[in-house]
């Protein structure tokens, strides 16, 4: 009887310890895979911003050559106005219609300039706005940085049936796959946030913005 009841504590301290090894490892792991997650949502981020000022660059540079063109064009206009003397004798009728064109040519030019300049302005208020506002990296808080450490007394606070169960045999028993994986993450309480370690201390990264796949046309950066 000494002998097996022996058996049975050096049995169930080898599980004991298997376990705890198991929970170590998996909330390094879960460190590891909360990092990489991390760079990942960043580089997402730099990339948006790259695409943000690509596409209002794109208006900035179009609304410049309208303004080079049109103020070159404006110059012409007002040297018509100063040194495009008519011949001597021309119709009265045939001068009033060439003052008309020159000022109607001046006014829309001018507003053209003054258009484009004013849309060059908006785009680069814009590309600020989103940038500064609605495009930001995900920089994590202070919380998100804590919740990623796991003390190693955490693993007191798991189940006896976590803290003992067998290798193999349990998960088999209970119809598991072995290695399956998630983000690991802060534990909510929102309806569908299902637990993605047999800890029970992860949750998927089905929600998280900058690592779902979607049509660009579709992303938020894009819309704004």
């Excluded at 206009?77 to 060439?98: A, D, I, N, Q, S």
């Amino acid at each position: 009887a000494s002998a097996a009841l022996g058996s049975g504590v050096i049995g169930s301290t080898s599980v004991w310890n298997y376990n705890r090894e198991n929970f170590m490892y998996d909330r390094e792991m879960r460190q590891k895979q909360e990092f990489m997650v991390m760079a990942m949502r960043l580089k997402q981020a730099d990339l948006w911003r790259e695409d943000v000022r690509d596409m209002i660059g794109l208006t900035e540079k179009k609304m410049d050559s309208y303004m080079l063109v049109n103020c070159l064009q404006l110059g012409f206009v007002v040297c018509l106005f100063t040194e495009g003397r008519l011949e001597p004798g021309t119709p009265e009728w045939l001068l009033w219609l060439y003052m008309l064109s020159l000022s109607g040519a001046f006014m829309i030019l001018l507003m053209s300039v003054w258009l484009a300049m004013h849309a060059s302005i908006v785009a680069q208020g814009s590309s600020a706005r989103l940038l500064t506002q609605l495009v930001r990296p995900a920089i994590p808080s202070w919380e998100q940085l804590e919740s990623m450490r796991t003390y190693a007394h955490a693993f007191e606070g798991v189940t006896a049936t976590q803290m003992l169960r067998v290798p193999v045999l349990q998960t088999v028993a209970e119809g598991r796959t072995a290695g399956a994986g998630g983000f690991s993450g802060p534990l909510d309480s929102a309806p569908g946030s299902a637990a993605a370690d047999p800890w029970g201390l992860e949750r998927r990264g089905d929600d998280i913005y900058e690592l779902q796949r979607r049509p660009l046309p579709a992303n938020r950066h894009v819309r704004l």
